[in-house]
């Protein structure tokens, strides 16, 4: 999990896993340039509908989130810091 955190395109997962993963980067960092390639190629990988939908919502779930506690000032638990 370390090397996924660090850079999943180095890490050793599946091809399958870093298509995943980049479609969540995209997704993430520049939301308005997703193409329906950036679909097609989740499916290339092996992705059904369903998943490529629970993909979706995940990514969009913890975007949402975490810029609803930013936008509020919300502190994380001392936890998360360690």
Known sequence: ???VRRDYKTADITKQEKIMLRY?????????KMVEKDVIMLRKAGFEDVDILDINQIVAYYAYVNRTAD????????FWHE
């Not at 936008?71 to 001392?78: A, K």
């Open 1 to 3: 999990m370390e090397a």
């Open 24 to 32: 969540a980067e995209k997704l993430t960092l520049t939301p308005g």
């Open 71 to 78: 936008g509020l000032g919300v502190s994380l638990e001392s």
